[in-house]
């Protein structure tokens, strides 16, 4: 395994346990933040898909344009098939719901993370 999907793992294990925590144990007081849970998806997807973006250049090749297109539809389906599947797991959590605006938030960071880090290689190809 690339080296470069370390970070990816240990992502996907952070986010796993942070968004399968149960309703209790996540913290109430402070400020009221409209939508700070979707803020939290959208946040946490952004860097997975910020990091999938990183692991998939290698230092021995850069990215053609089709390679790109399709490494980016595959991170953009496993965004939704994760995002999907984790909603699916919150509601089996005591005092955790299942909801479509959590996934549209999931798969709106995971995109615009993918989306970005693919901007920022094609102006610096010093990156690989």
Same mark, same amino acid.
């Given at each position: 395994?690339?080296?470069?999907?370390?970070?990816?793992?240990?992502?996907?294990?952070?986010?796993?346990?942070?968004?399968?925590?149960?309703?209790?144990?996540?913290?109430?007081?402070g400020?009221?933040?409209?939508?700070?849970?979707?803020?939290?998806?959208?946040? !946490?997807?952004?860097?997975?898909?910020?990091?999938?973006? @990183?692991?998939?250049?290698? %230092?021995?090749? +850069?990215?053609? #344009?089709?390679r790109?297109?399709?490494?980016?539809?595959?991170?953009?389906?496993f965004?939704v098939?994760?995002?999907?599947?984790?909603?699916?797991?919150?509601q089996l959590?005591?005092?955790?719901?299942?909801?479509y605006?959590?996934?549209?938030?999931? !798969?709106?960071?995971?995109?615009?993370?993918?989306?970005? @880090?693919?901007f920022v290689? %094609?102006?610096? +190809?010093?990156? #690989?």
């Amino acid at each position: 395994m690339n080296k470069r999907f370390f970070p990816v793992l240990v992502l996907l294990i952070g986010i796993s346990i942070a968004l399968l925590l149960p309703g209790e144990a996540i913290p109430s007081e402070g400020p009221e933040i409209p939508y700070v849970d979707k803020i939290a998806h959208f946040t !946490l997807f952004f860097f997975l898909g910020y990091s999938l973006g @990183f692991a998939s250049v290698h %230092k021995k090749h +850069r990215l053609k #344009a089709l390679r790109k297109r399709y490494l980016f539809t595959i991170y953009l389906l496993f965004g939704v098939i994760y995002a999907i599947f984790i909603e699916y797991l919150q509601q089996l959590v005591p005092n955790r719901s299942f909801e479509y605006a959590d996934i549209i938030a999931n !798969l709106s960071g995971s995109a615009v993370g993918v989306s970005i @880090f693919y901007f920022v290689y %094609k102006r610096n +190809r010093k990156f #690989a």
